[in-house]
């Protein structure tokens, strides 16, 4: 069975950092690009960052030079390491398998989505 799982999540305060860890099973985490998503009370899904196969990473704008995407396959498992959390980075964050072939952000591109886990950055 295809799983990914979340954790590391928590209430830290603005300017703080987290990190999360995605943990796979079921299948072989190496042959699949993984991708960071949240989503805040009221908003849509969106895409933060992804990292494919090969350790090639791509971010969102809002995220760039906060987040650092990484994995470790022999681990199972993928991480996003955040630095200088701001308010508006409070969201429920999902990981996911892509289903494609090219990078991507778009929820839509993903599949086997985990359960999430609430960060807080309170104001």
């Known amino acids: 069975q295809v799983q990914l799982v979340e954790s590391g999540g928590g209430l830290v305060q603005p300017g703080g950092s987290l990190r999360l860890s995605c943990t796979a099973s079921?299948?072989?985490?190496?042959?699949?690009?993984v991708g960071w998503f949240r989503q805040a009370p009221g908003k849509e899904r969106e895409g933060v960052s992804y990292i494919t196969k090969g350790g090639s990473t791509y971010y969102a704008d809002s995220v760039k030079g906060r987040f650092t995407i990484s994995r470790e396959n022999a681990k199972k498992k993928v991480y996003l390491q955040m630095k200088n959390l701001k308010p508006e980075d409070t969201a429920v964050y999902y990981c996911?398998?892509?289903?494609?072939?090219?990078?991507?952000?778009?929820?839509?591109?993903?599949?086997?989505w985990g359960q999430g886990t609430q960060v807080t950055v309170p104001s």
């Open positions: 996911a398998r892509s289903t494609k072939l090219w990078a991507t952000l778009a929820p839509a591109d993903f599949g086997s």
């Open positions: 079921g299948f072989n985490l190496s042959y699949w690009g």
